[in-house]
């Protein structure tokens, strides 16, 4: 087996952010550039339990799965912060500190900067001010990036990333009717994409299979949203996914059943999902080597 498939999806720490109040307010939302402009959206973010089911994916990630897990407090400032997926592009022992297209989100980039220098990754800092570009729009396969070309994220964006991870591929899709690229799809596996079963979802499928040299299985949900899921490669419990709960998409929980070489782990997140959030929003992921 090659070596970027036994170590695809294999991590040793998670950076995540707490909640704050301020999200109920005053987070962005895909139908509002920009917070001001509606003050009392809806559906509202039940903060009580956006906390419980965000405690419930840490402690996954902590508990079960025996991650490292760097939480960084929330920021009353910046009620995005908890999306810190946002924030940086991680790969091998290398971190791109990205230029969130939101400009209320520039400033949550300063606290992941810090954890990642104090987990001694290499940092680039995205400085060209034409630059924009959100973590949620890369999807990485361990063979190659794509990019989501998005209202978020921008041409120059997709290049500096290209300039940061050379030895990989980069290739740009559009991303129409979503926020993000992983909006609709995510990695379940080291050969294997998750993705929704809309009409925008699936040309965005075919895009980027024409743009790549390797061919991808697919597994097909009847849900975008569902589409975005974590995959990891855990030593002694191999394949992980998690994935959204029966309880909120049920139909593409079944599709999900077909996996029975993974471990399925069901977690909720219909309170974050109010403002676009969704499971791999909420985590950076890395694999840092043992230092001798």
Not at 17 to 44: F, N, Q, T, Y
Not at 58 to 73: D, I, S, T
Not at 129 to 157: C, M, P, W, Y
Request: glycine share 6%; proline share 6%.
């Amino acid at each position: 087996m090659a070596s970027w498939l036994s170590d695809f999806g294999t991590c040793t720490h998670a950076i995540v952010r707490g909640i704050p109040d301020s999200l109920v307010k005053r987070a962005l939302r895909r139908s509002r550039p920009e917070p001001e402009s509606d003050p009392d959206p809806e559906p509202e973010v039940d903060l009580a339990k956006a906390h419980r089911q965000h405690e419930m994916y840490v402690g996954v990630l902590r508990q079960r799965l025996g991650l490292q897990v760097v939480q960084l407090p929330a920021e009353e400032t910046l009620p995005d912060c908890v999306f810190v997926e946002d924030t940086a592009v991680v790969c091998g022992d290398t971190a791109l500190l990205t230029r969130p297209g939101a400009p209320s989100r520039r400033k949550e980039v300063e606290a992941m900067k810090v954890a990642l220098a104090e987990l001694n990754l290499h940092t680039v800092e995205m400085t060209d001010e034409t630059a924009t570009l959100d973590g949620g729009d890369i999807l990485f396969t361990g063979r190659e990036f794509f990019v989501g070309l998005s209202k978020r994220t921008n041409q120059r964006g997709a290049e500096i990333l290209a300039d940061t991870f050379k030895d990989y591929a980069v290739s740009t899709v559009p991303v129409t009717g979503s926020l993000h690229l992983k909006s609709f799809c995510s990695m379940a596996g080291p050969e294997l994409i998750v993705i929704g079963s809309s009409e925008d979802a699936q040309k965005t499928l075919k895009f980027m299979q024409q743009m790549s040299e390797h061919r991808y299985d697919k597994l097909t949900v009847p849900d975008d949203t569902a589409a975005n899921c974590v995959y990891l490669n855990i030593p002694n419990k191999g394949h992980v996914l998690l994935h959204r709960s029966p309880e909120e998409f049920p139909e593409s929980a079944k599709v999900f059943e077909k996996l029975k070489e993974h471990m399925l782990i069901p977690v909720t997140c219909s309170e974050l999902s109010k403002v676009d959030g969704a499971l791999t929003c909420c985590s950076v992921l890395l694999n840092k080597k043992l230092e001798m």
